[in-house]
């Protein structure tokens, strides 16, 4: 496997006497599972894995004697590591080892090993070549098999669409105990993620799709294990309050992610006369455009009878303008918080005033040529409309959002603090 293709950092740790990868096993009170756990892991790696590897046991505050065991294990076995925690929690275990390996490619699985061993080296390989940033294990992607309980499948499958309807995540599984990350991705990232418990992945894998980062999913084979630990009901509650949480932080526009992908995000792929961005943009904007424009016709006839033609539409148009501008501002061009706010609205009704031109001239020539039928009137409207809201995007795109299109962010030179 080429090496050419990595980020200089991680191309030369694996260079060095570094590992090329550390698979860490967060732990609390596994006494039993750990020995066995790594045991297995440790003899499929040296088995057969292809890079240097480390695995590191990561005990978070357990109370029996997981650490003596997770030290004896540390202590027998080439490529074994141990690090006690004195709090409790996952994420922070992860967060924490991550944060200082030397590995250039960062990992993590569940002792209880319920996904298959076969799927590490399609989990790694994509971040070792430096094709993706992050990768994970997904039980709901096609070819996975999975064997587990009515329960499970349900809450795993809700939590997932709830992410997708909140969140807007693409990806298919936020739970799976399997994933991993480039170090230097690493380094950026985790400093901006709060979670310390169950929630830390789909957090760091929002925010990393966020930041335009690619995550590479790989279908596993996955058996549950009837004595998993996990408080269903108190993890549920977690993350539904972790997603709020996170929701907030990406609407008030708290979290630095232009930074962040100004860093590490990938750039749009080029395409010959036309600028960057300007193809989901359009979709975006035809989205909101159809919206507005239905809503409009709705209004205009609700109003026209009491109201007539001319004060219906300048009615219709202002209030439709407003939420256009809004929507816009939100979806089509990714502008977030509210900052510039109330600037964006008023250079929207300067758009609005050309919108209102556009289509109360046509209904002005339309009354003035004959007496039209309401369905003729309609039409005139909507084919003004149409004209108008190229001329809306236009505008929009070149003079009230410039500063946000690809290639006109602020730059930001300074390295994202801990929020």
Known sequence: ????????????????AAPVLDVVVPVYNEEIDLEPCVQRLHAYLAGGFPYRFRITIADNAST???????RRLAATLPGVTSVHLAEKGRGRALKHVW???????????????????GALLPLVAPLISGHSDLAIGSRLARGSRVVRGAKREFI????????????SARFSDAQCGFKAIRADVAERLLPMVEDTGWFFDTEMLVLAERAGLRIHEVPVDWVDDPDSRVDIVATAMADLRGIARLTRGLGTGRLPLAALREQLGRNPLPVAGVPAGLTGQLLR??????????????????????????????????VTAVANTAANRRLTFRVRGNDGAWRHQAQGLVVFAVGLG?????????????????????????????????VRFLLM?????RAHRPGHEPSMNTTPSTV
């Not at 029996?64 to 997770?70: L, P, Q, R």
């Open 99 to 117: 944060t200082h390996s030397d590995a250039a490619v960062l990992a993590y699985m569940d002792v209880d090993l319920s996904t298959d061993l």
């Open 358 to 390: 556009l289509t109360s001239g046509s209904l002005g020539l339309l009354h003035a040529l004959t007496v039209p039928a309401t369905a003729l009137e309609l039409g005139v409207l909507v084919i003004a409309n149409l004209v108008a809201t190229g």
């Open 285 to 318: 904007f035809g989205a909101v455009g159809v919206a507005s424009t239905l809503a409009y016709l709705v209004l205009y006839a609700i109003l026209r009878p009491g109201v007539g033609p001319q004060w219906a539409n300048l009615t219709a148009l202002l």
């Open 64 to 70: 029996d004697s997981t650490a003596d065991v997770a």
């Open 156 to 167: 795993s499958r809700s939590y997932n669409l709830i992410l997708r309807g909140t969140l």
């Open 1 to 16: 496997m080429s090496l050419s293709t990595l980020p200089s950092q991680a191309s030369a740790l694996i260079r060095s």
């Open 397 to 401: 795109r070149s003079w009230v959002f």
